[in-house]
């Protein structure tokens, strides 16, 4: 069974806006703990933002590249999670991925997941 499918990426022009979607089977949304990383080519995977899918609080947790213009949110009756990307700029450009990781786990938020999906796509040109 596919664990995470991500969907909504696509090419942008800088200032414009893209939502990606993170559909989990259960056995990854019920770890409690749900992000996306992007790469870019000849870039190291990059944390970029998470929430906890078990606990009563949705608050979202950014790297500091993205604060203020992205936001995570999760739907548990669909067991999605989805990053909502607004300003994009160039630098923005990656393969997103959507990962699942324990809510128990600690350390580095990019140290903390253990399964991914297989990505998708944004493309901002200036």
């Known amino acids: 069974q596919v664990q995470l499918v991500e969907s909504g990426g696509g090419s942008v022009q800088a200032g414009e806006s893209l939502r990606l979607s993170c559909a989990a089977a259960?056995?990854?949304?019920?770890?409690?703990?749900i992000g996306w990383f992007r790469q870019a080519p000849g870039q190291e995977r990059e944390w970029v933002a998470g929430i906890y899918t078990t606990r009563p609080d949705t608050t979202g947790y950014y790297a500091d590249s993205v604060r203020g213009r992205f936001t995570i949110s999760r739907d548990n009756s669909k067991q999605t999670v989805s990053l909502q990307m607004n300003n994009l700029k160039p630098e923005d450009s990656a393969m997103y991925y959507c990962a699942a990781g324990s809510q128990y786990s600690a350390g580095d938020w990019s140290s903390r997941f253990s399964r991914w999906g297989q990505g998708t796509q944004v493309t901002v040109s200036p």
């Open positions: 259960t056995a990854s949304y019920s770890r409690g703990l």
